[in-house]
């Protein structure tokens, strides 16, 4: 009997000890097996994002999708175009540019590229391309595009700020003049910008340097601020403290206190100009003291010519412009809108000194439609030319 009593009493010490060694093992092989499951699940996750997000330096793929989008570019063309890589989103991974100079493989606004799950997409919207010069570079989380226009004895340069809104690239402001080179008969000078502060909130200050005799003088100052709408506004700054005589178009300043209408009162050509006073003042091959206060608009006749210029102080509406080539010719009409405020400047051919740029446009003084027509060549000295105020 004491025999059976050991045997039994021995086995449940086996099988007592046997449980224990199994409940202190199992949460170990439980919390493996977890972590082990965890690791799978990453490594299956990453390899589906790779497999899901397409190669953004696979050139072959991304021109495949180019084409499948835009029928007119042949492969021929892509390869004329300049492929650079910048991180335009802000996600720390690439996207590809293609820009071009000169209309090369016919691309006249540049395209943007992002690689995401399920394949590329583009996120350029409308960035134009300038004939000569056409920079790209991200600063202050702006696409920062800078550009190169002109023609014979005139370039300007402009900056173009695009801020990303998380699906597309946004126009925040562009044509912000930075540079402008003149050597004509007629005018020899230089307008350079220096820039202060983020591009969030900057100043920008442009000095004027007559190029024949190294006068310097500041002309303007603008401050740009972005808000909350992906756009940058511009809001001019009076400058007191500096001269405002102009020697080389023999305009002078009358009023060193900015109007409402956030344009100077100046003479020019010896006659003095109240902006407040007039609804519309219009001011053929226009250098004064507002030039950098008003926006500046290119219009194109011809891809390569001449530049002549003129400045709307107002709104003149439906505007149409001629190129007459000869004396007694109407010319070809190109439409061009309304042009508000700003410096026009018009690229045309102008083969002989009968050439000419005419200008048709009408402008609503009190209850009247008043017609607005003035012809622009580069035979004439600025002072020849009437300024039309209504």
Known sequence: MKKIFSIILLLSLVIGIAGCSSATTTPKSESEMEAKEQEQEIATSTQNEHAQKPDIYNMDSVYEFIKSNYS?????????????????TGDNVDEVLFTTTYGDGKLQSAIVITAEEGGYREISRNIPLAKYENAMEMRDGFLVHTTKIGGTGAYQYYMNLYSYDGTYLIAARQDIKIKEIVNALSENYEITSNIDGNLKDFTITYTKKDLDTEKEEIISKDRYIFNDSYKIDKTPISLSNIDYNNQDTGASSAAHTQSKTAFYS?????????????????????????????????????????????????????????????????????????????????????????????????????????????????????????????
């Not at 007119?72 to 335009?88: A, G, R, S």
């Not at 001449?306 to 412009?321: H, K, S």
């Open 72 to 88: 007119q570019y042949t492969q021929e063309d892509m390869d004329k175009w300049t492929v650079q890589y910048l991180d335009v």
């Open 266 to 390: 100046e003479t020019i050509n010896g006659e003095h100009i109240n902006y407040d006073d007039y609804t519309i003042v219009v001011v053929p091959r226009y250098s004064g003291n507002n030039l950098d206060s008003l926006g500046n608009k290119t219009v194109r006749v011809v891809e390569d010519g001449e530049i002549v210029t003129f400045a709307v102080f107002g709104t003149l509406r439906n505007v149409t412009m001629f190129n007459i080539l000869n004396m007694g010719e109407e010319g070809t009409p190109k439409h061009v809108g309304d042009i508000s405020d700003s410096n026009v400047t018009i690229i045309c051919s102008l083969p002989s000194d009968t050439s000419a740029l005419k200008v048709r446009g009408f402008a609503r003084v009190g209850q009247e439609e008043q017609i607005i027509e003035f012809t622009i060549d580069d035979v004439r000295e600025k002072s020849e030319y009437n300024i039309i105020k209504y």
